[in-house]
């Protein structure tokens, strides 16, 4: 049989740790179970050995029952209540153990939940690049129990080892050669469940990649919503569904008929047996070696010992399936983040806002120099503009600034220290951040705006809202700041959501200031409004501001121009015209194109030579 990871085991035991006393009570609840298996045969030996063939009783029963009387009415009064009490016992005992376990099993699945969500959370953002949402997904929900499974089996294997134990002993006690002759199946288990363990394991890992990649296509097509429905592409996505379930479908299907035929093995076996028990059992009566009242307690003993040897036979077969979710979820825990704190960092109060880029490098899995030699200055309150063609490294280039990538050469310092000398919470609690394409949460806005500063008032939260102009709309929606917004901000326009992550970077209120072209997506006039807000975002802070329309850069101090993962020009705005390089010429195109648009729109205007502004 392949050898159990102890390893693994001992490390989901840990999990343990905090729930102690549910853990001791679900022990003693399963010794206590296994002596009252101990009592039900019983009943049944008193009522056919001295009620019905009216044997006498041993001499230390006889005692016992001298209390209430040894008439075979009053023995049958006994003991048909006697059977009552170890039933209401054993199913009492059921009842507590279930409770115990299932409230252990439980809060074990949300600790581990939480330990794989918090984890993933912490990988780098190059790690979630490689990795399908789904996978994740599938891990944290569809596995995350897999501790807890591993843990409970462990009550299952005890209870059946200590009934196996204590009745084989009865059994032995009553007559020897029945009770040796029930092991004679012992050995056919074990290499039943040996076979079944080494051949199966393999093929539950493939089962289970297929299972997650299904996941990922929902996922993907469910986030994807518009553009499917736009394209008119959901019966397309339906295929593409059908095509990756299907094949995990296929293979569970294969995996499950080999479980029914373990399943079936070892309940043949156990059903010889039972018979060759049986045949033995009535020879030896036939015999007088035994009563027939003795007999039956033996039969029920051996079927009592078979049970729990079928379910150590079951356990240990699921247990590879255990191991295999438990294994797949531990790769995930024991993956290191690309990005975490060195050792020795620290933790700073509030930055003046000075960055500083040494010959920075960066390059993504696949791709070379995306970033090469990146030197400039920013100080403290200065506003930089980063404009450049598409994949020119512009959003990269930022985003090593937080450290949501770590540059691959040179430094990256921040009011002179090499950024990851700093915690990462202290690090980006320096920098709000507005992207691109405003991303909220499907909770209300109050909520939403909150996300800046958990700790902030209701009156903080509406002075922000009122800085980002989206006070107004918010005030003339029926539920106000309570408005739920649906997923992603579904219930309310683009620029309205850019508004309400505008009001989160202002409560914020962070030293350094990440603009991502938070006005590419909205019209003119909502980005007229959204621009006073950002005028008032950018006082006081040090910031960047990476923009496809020029015209955005009014603020800007300095400008970076990027190209091929370089810097190719910087200055201001006026010296970067002047210069006929590359910024000249985004500016001449931008304004070739506002002139086909105007006099698209109004051909008279634009043949009287009327100066068209960027």
Do not use: C
Request: zero cysteines.
């Amino acid at each position: 049989m392949k050898a159990i990871p102890f390893k693994d085991v001992v490390r989901t035991v840990r999990y343990l740790r905090n729930y102690r006393g549910l853990a001791a009570g679900s022990v003693v609840v399963t010794l206590l179970s296994s002596l009252a298996a101990l009592l039900a045969p019983w009943p049944l030996k008193i009522v056919v050995d001295h009620v019905l063939e009216r044997r006498p009783l041993p001499g230390g029963a006889a005692q016992w029952f001298g209390l209430f009387g040894t008439e075979p009415g009053t023995l049958l009064l006994v003991a048909v209540v006697a059977a009552l009490g170890a039933a209401l016992l054993i199913n009492g005992l059921h009842v507590v153990g279930n409770y115990a376990n299932t409230k252990l099993e439980q809060f074990i699945t949300l600790d581990f939940r939480g330990e794989l969500f918090l984890h993933a959370q912490r990988m780098s953002l190059a790690f979630h690049d490689r990795r399908r949402s789904g996978m994740i997904i599938y891990m944290i929900n569809g596995q995350g129990d897999a501790p807890a499974g591993l843990i409970m089996t462990i009550p299952l294997l005890g209870e059946s080892l200590l009934t196996l134990a204590g009745m084989f002993w009865v059994s032995v006690r009553i007559d020897g050669s029945l009770a040796l002759a029930s092991l004679a199946v012992v050995p056919f288990l074990y290499y039943s469940v040996g076979y079944y363990a080494t051949r199966i394991q393999a093929r539950l890992q493939h089962v289970r990649g297929l299972e997650s990649e299904s996941l990922s296509v929902i996922h993907e097509s469910l986030s994807m919503m518009r553009v499917i429905v736009a394209f008119g592409r959901e019966e397309h996505e339906y295929r593409r569904f059908r095509a990756h379930t299907s094949r995990a479908v296929s293979e569970r299907v294969r995996i499950t008929v080999r479980q029914t035929l373990f399943s079936l093995v070892v309940n043949m076996t156990t059903a010889a047996g039972s018979a060759a028990v049986l045949g033995l059992g009535a020879h030896h009566v036939m015999q007088g070696r035994l009563t027939l009242g003795q007999m039956l307690v033996v039969i029920a003993y051996i079927a009592a010992i078979y049970k729990p040897l079928e379910m150590i036979s079951y356990t240990v077969g699921s247990l590879q399936d255990r191991f295999v979710n438990l294994r797949m979820t531990f790769d995930l825990l024991d993956t290191r983040p690309d990005i975490e704190d060195a050792p020795g960092a620290r933790s700073i109060g509030r930055a003046a806002g000075h960055v500083v880029y040494e010959n920075v490098q960066f390059s993504y899995s696949g791709r070379s120099d995306t970033l090469r030699d990146i030197s400039f200055e920013a100080r403290p309150g200065e506003v930089v503009g980063i404009v450049g063609p598409t994949g020119a490294g512009k959003s990269t280039l930022l985003s090593l600034l937080p450290r949501f990538y770590d540059a691959m050469g040179g430094r990256i310092l921040l009011d002179g220290v090499d950024i990851r000398e700093l915690t990462l919470r202290s690090l980006r609690d320096q920098v709000s951040i507005v992207l691109q394409e405003p991303l909220l949460f499907s909770g209300s806005i109050v909520e939403n705006i909150r996300y800046g500063r958990l700790d902030a008032t209701r009156d903080e939260i509406v002075a922000a809202a009122k800085a980002a102009n989206a006070h107004d709309f918010i005030m003339a929606l029926p539920e106000k700041y309570e408005t739920q917004l649906g997923e992603r901000g579904a219930a309310i326009s683009g620029g309205e959501r850019q508004r309400i992550s505008v009001a989160r970077a202002f409560l914020k209120d962070a030293p350094i200031l990440i603009l991502d072209e938070p006005t590419s997506s909205v019209d003119s006039k909502t980005e007229a409004v959204i621009l006073d807000a950002l005028d008032r975002l950018m006082v006081g802070r040090t910031t960047f501001m990476i923009a496809h329309r020029l015209s955005t850069l009014h603020q800007a101090d300095r400008i970076l121009v990027l190209n091929h993962g370089r810097i190719v020009e910087q200055g201001t705005p006026a010296e970067l015209l002047e210069s006929q390089g590359l910024y000249r010429q985004l500016h001449d195109a931008q304004m070739a194109r506002a002139r086909r648009r105007a006099a698209a729109k109004n051909p008279a205007a634009a043949g009287d030579g009327v100066p068209i502004p960027a």
